[in-house]
């Protein structure tokens, strides 16, 4: 039993180490220890090489002495002990002994029918006994001993049958090995090409975008150099339409001074017509009277030269009629004084009338010239606030597609960086022994997986720039259209103010360049903005500096890395 127990403890540890050899993956089994066993190893035992050693636990003196006894006494009734071969062996399997009960076998005791004879000495038969009893114990353990060669003989048949199939599935895992590693090396070229491709597709993309960023910047450049213009052209109209309402509300003051002037020469001239009216009612009511006072002195006279009657009332009335004469002359004066007075009157009310209908001509020019323009200015509020949220939107749009073209070329960069991490942990499980349970055929669909999902990628992103680009069309022509509009638009509004401008007089403008009071910022913007007007050389001056700025920032920004940035690790 307690062979039996070793036996299995043996089994149990080749079995495991079997295992463990094909179940480590990463490691070959060792080829050298198993043809060196099968080498050694006999197909046939041979009772010289039985290990009797191990198992007998008599002593050897013991049996040089049962050696020596047994020699000079052989009995000729002895049964021979049965040869076994490799076709007729007992029963030492497992599967031969599982019908039968397990029990210790007992030895026999009794002795042969041959040794009744020697029945009457004592002595003999006792040492024939002992014989008996260590020819039956040395019978025993040659049987255990045959037992465990014939074991030992079956089982070296399925370890040489174990060592050819291993033998076999080697030498097919070798050539599956072979086709494994071409058919990476295949797919290690695929990578790499499908690696330069991308570079080269990146490369090219890059360009195009950073042109595309450039020709971004400078139609934004330029747009901005048109709002420049554009706010300085409405800060002058401004300023002009300030002038001009001034100038309005002072003709608006004028007039009502007029008004009010010519209401009192109205008021003025019809009391003085009431005056020259009773006057004249005055006069002719004196003409009435003095003809009568005449014609009475008259006949007085007459009656007098008739009569040559000169008295005293005669002379009073002499001297009367003198005065009178005088009276009549200097009243004849006063008339004549006051008429030519109503005529002067007269004539000044007709070009006070004048005036005031050419006021009121004025002033209702004024007045359209300030609707239109109003309107212009309102039309021109429009278009630049208009103008102001497309190039918002522009600029929100050239963000986003920056930022999106920079979200690319990281996601790009990311993808490289993991294609040159792969490719690395690739050559590195090339270099170490594989098995091959260690590859999985998986690793084509994951490759065959990058490269569906790389091809995506990018006919996204080329229709993704197809679309920047017909909407940056669309943009252009929006953009020359507005610009038409407004040129348009102020060629019309320059003209309406150059008709509709009034000749005013001298003092009115010195008033109102007086009354102005503009602040000191709109004062420098007027003025930088004629200087750049008269000035075209400094104009280029500016717009060659921002150029330059802006191409310095740009290089700055795409060739200096930031401290925190990760560098792409070297594959």
């Known amino acids: 039993m307690l062979r039996k127990k070793k036996w299995e403890k043996n089994e149990f540890t080749v079995a495991q180490q079997t295992e463990s050899t094909w179940g480590q993956r990463k490691r070959l089994p060792p080829r050298t220890l198993k043809k060196i066993n099968t080498e050694n190893k006999s197909s046939i035992p041979s009772r010289k090489s039985s290990p009797l050693s191990n198992h007998q636990s008599r002593s050897p003196s013991r049996d040089n002495q049962d050696v020596k006894n047994l020699k000079p006494k052989k009995s000729a009734s002895r049964k021979s002990s049965p040869q076994y071969t490799m076709n007729q062996c007992p029963n030492t399997l497992v599967a031969d002994h599982k019908d039968k009960p397990r029990t210790i076998k007992q030895r026999r005791l009794s002795l042969p029918a041959d040794l009744e004879v020697y029945s009457g000495d004592d002595d003999l038969m006792y040492q024939m006994q002992n014989m008996e009893v260590e020819n039956a114990m040395l019978r025993n353990e040659l049987n255990v001993m045959n037992r465990e060669v014939s074991e030992l003989a079956t089982k070296l048949r399925m370890t040489q049958d174990d060592a050819a199939k291993t033998q076999i599935k080697l030498e097919t895992a070798d050539l599956m090995y072979q086709k494994i590693n071409t058919e990476k ?48 052209k409405c800060t002058e109209l401004r300023h002009k339409l300030n002038e001009k309402e001034i100038a309005q509300i002072k003709l608006e003051n004028d007039l009502r001074h007029a008004q009010s002037t010519i209401s009192n020469l109205q008021s003025n001239l019809e009391k003085s017509n009431e005056e020259c009216r009773r006057l004249e009612r005055d006069w002719e009511a004196y003409k009435v009277r003095v003809k009568n006072m005449l014609l009475s002195k008259d006949n007085v006279i007459k009656s007098l030269q008739e009569g040559m009657e000169v008295t005293v009332d005669t002379k009073e009335l002499m001297h009367q009629i003198q005065a009178l004469k005088e009276e009549r002359d200097e009243l004849s004066e006063v008339t004549t004084a006051m008429r030519n007075e109503c005529e002067d009157l007269k004539s000044y009310m007709g070009q006070v009338e004048a005036r005031h209908t050419a006021a009121e001509r004025v002033v209702c020019a004024l007045r359209d010239a300030l609707r239109e323009e109003r309107t212009a200015r309102n039309r021109a509020d429009a278009q630049w606030a208009s103008v102001t949220k497309d190039l918002k ?101 320059r003209s309406n103010s150059s008709h509709s401008v009034v000749h005013l007089q001298d003092e009115c403008r010195h008033r109102s360049r007086s009354n102005m009071t503009t602040d000191t910022l709109s004062a420098l913007s007027v003025r930088l903005g004629v200087m750049v007007k008269r000035y075209p050389v400094l104009r280029v001056f500016v717009i060659a500096y921002m150029v330059c700025l802006h191409f310095w920032v740009l290089t700055v920004l795409c060739t200096s890395t930031p401290e925190f940035a990760s560098r792409p690790s070297k594959s």
């Open 185 to 232: 090396e295949a797919l290690s070229a695929q990578v790499e090409q499908l690696k330069l491709k991308l570079t080269e597709n990146t490369n090219t993309e890059v360009t195009k975008q950073k042109e595309l960023n450039k020709g971004l910047q400078e139609e934004i450049e330029l747009l901005r150099i048109k709002t420049a213009d554009s706010d300085e």
């Open 393 to 493: 939107s522009l600029q929100i749009e050239t963000g986003q597609t920056i930022a999106s073209l920079r979200m690319a070329l990281r996601d790009k960069d990311n993808e490289l960086h993991r294609l040159r991490d792969t490719s690395s942990t690739v050559r590195s499980t090339d270099t170490s022994a594989l098995n091959v349970a260690d590859y999985d055929i998986k690793q084509d669909t994951i490759d065959s997986n990058k490269i569906e999902y790389l091809t995506q990628a990018l006919v996204l992103r080329q229709s993704k720039i197809d679309k920047l680009l017909a909407d940056n069309n669309i943009l252009k022509i929006q953009l020359e259209k507005l610009e038409t509009k407004y040129k348009k638009e102020i060629s019309a509004v």
